[in-house]
């Protein structure tokens, strides 16, 4: 994962240059997608890292997904954030010039459910204040039409399914055996169907 950090604290360095303000500033469309915005924040993920998992020998897992998210806060959620810290009574060095976060996910297509891998709370310049790693689990199935994470990750799935060959090339792993099988098998039907 710590691989895919530059390139995320690069974008949120040019997003958030400025402050606050700079939040409103569109991120690339050509490195992360919008997804949603709620009063609190606005949702993104990186296209160009969106990849499939690779297992222990080397191979594409397709049926996981690895996304780096970033979230931009307003006031509001900033001020949320600063003041559970201080209930807490956490670490407060940097968290005046809080603006979002940077988190990874992998997403199991086959059981519908998200792990939040890493989290970082990210200032201004992009810089991580704090890194945790939660490990937590959101199940898709059991949430809300309504919710944002369901809405968010659901997002990422379709974009997945519709940008299958660029998620695989973004993958560092070798595709299996039985994968290129499948995918030659589809190829010769589609062959036959013509004649």
Same mark, same amino acid.
């Given at each position: ?8 604290? $690069? ?11 700079? $939040? ?6 050509? =490195? ?7 009063? #609190? ?36 959620? =900033? ?5 559970? #810290? ?15 976060? $940077?988190?990874? $996910? #992998? ?28 490990n937590r689990i959101c199940d898709l199935k059991t949430m809300s039409?309504?919710?944002?994470? #369901? ?16 998620? =695989? ?26 004649k």
């Amino acid at each position: 994962m710590k691989k895919f950090m530059p390139l995320l604290l $690069a974008l949120v360095m040019m997003t958030f240059t400025g402050g606050l303000a700079a $939040a409103q500033v569109p991120v690339p469309d050509t =490195i992360y997608k919008w997804v949603q915005s709620s009063p #609190r924040a606005n949702y993104y993920f990186n296209m160009e890292q969106l990849c499939f998992a690779v297992d222990e020998k080397g191979f594409i897992d397709q049926n996981t997904l690895v996304v780096a998210v970033v979230k931009t806060y307003d006031p509001l959620q =900033i001020k949320d954030v600063q003041d559970k #810290r201080q209930w807490k009574m956490l670490n407060m060095d940097g968290y005046d010039d809080l603006a979002g976060a $940077a988190e990874y $996910a #992998r997403i199991d297509l086959a059981k519908q459910t998200v792990t939040i891998t890493e989290t970082a709370d990210l200032d201004s310049t992009g810089t991580a204040l704090e890194t945790t790693y939660p490990n937590r689990i959101c199940d898709l199935k059991t949430m809300s039409d309504k919710s944002l994470d #369901r809405i968010f990750f659901g997002a990422v799935i379709d974009y997945a399914k519709q940008h299958k060959e660029e998620v =695989i090339q973004h993958t560092k792993g070798k595709v299996k055996p039985e994968d290129l099988v499948h995918k030659n098998d589809t190829g010769k039907k589609k062959k036959n169907n013509k004649k």
